[in-house]
């Protein structure tokens, strides 16, 4: 089944092009069947469960999936795929990205609307503002909101809490004093991922625990100076230090889903990480509550740090392609899609009007949490997962955590650098 065709002269109502597109090189062009190309970075087991649900649903209506995975976590390695693709004329059905990117290929003119679907299934009434606010753009939908994650989390081991006698941390002290006593008994405190996009995960954890929402708001949304350089961003930098004596030596380079799966294998007491990281624990049949616990970062319970991953699709004057992405838009925004999507991924859905009678333990709480949050303008986004800045400054920040972590530079240096680095990306 096609979904109805998007509005006409979509070419004509956008901006003007800035990239050489030209308008038959698309991937399904000289296949002539009905396919759709996607381009994407889930390729972890949960990730590949979760996109299987959409390619399922796509193969019931008739369409065909040509996978275009890009391994990296946060997507760092795909978008620089996707950039060349696009400029060299060659762009994809569509592709996953975060908030920025989306706005970003939507000012260079390169996506194609999704007004029509967003009308017919009113997503204008059932995303909330913190989503719409990049899957809009100048009035138009560009993007498909597939869930929202969060990424102030922690993922523990139950059995290991249990051997030792460890309850679920309330503060930061209890929350180190923990690890110290999973350090103890001679198991790691922390599963850790030496990636710059993973420090940068943990360390906007550590910076929304240590200064609060009001603080990580004006540090890493309005990018205060004064806050990125005070010494309320001199004590995360201290609290990070403490935090990665958890950790083992062989973290550089480590994937998020390794350092995840030493939870699961009890090597690791907990790892701080977005609840994609749930997924893992799913997809390993995992219950929570039985065998792993979740609970929000200690002193970041008042906020939920978030990013959803959009579906743009890139224009093309191919009529059949058209209706595909018009297609894929529909199944993804539908309340079944937004559901078993969030089952096998670990997010909870990014339409606010669904019962929480069909997700786990986790996902009520967080979906319960994100719908709190938006009422309370404490969802703020993650400025690891490009939804608290752009691309650049994102980059920026990544580079001076990276080198806090990879070094011995002390914090107030730190604090000085970010600050630096920060307002140097926005110039
Ligand atoms: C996030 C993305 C998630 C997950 C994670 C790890 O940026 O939103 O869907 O894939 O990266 O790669």
Redesign the pocket.
Known sequence: MIARRLIGGIGCTLLPLALAMPASSWAGDQQGDKQVEVLN??TSGS?AQALGVLKSDLAEQGIGWKNMPVAG???TNAMAVLRSRVTSGNPPTAAQV?GFDARDWAQRGALTYLDDVAQSQSWGEVFPAAIKNFAQHEGHWIGAPFEV?STNWVWANKSLMDELGIEQPESWDDFIASMQKAQEAGYLGLAYGGQPWQDATVFENVVLATGGADFYRQAFIELDESALNSDTMVQAFDRMRELLQYKDDNSPGRD?NLATAMVINGKALYQIM?D?AKGEFINGDLQPGQDFMCFRTPGTQEAVTF?S?LMIMFQTDNEQQRELQSTMARAIASPEFQIAFSQA?GSVPARMDLAADQLDACAAKGYQQVKAAADHNTLMGSMA??YAAQASVKNAVFDIVSSFVNSSMPSDTAAEQLAMAVQGAQS
Request: no cysteine.
């Open positions: 970075w889930w990730e976590g946060a997507g975060l994650h998020w977005g994609w990013n991953d991924k997962h490009g």
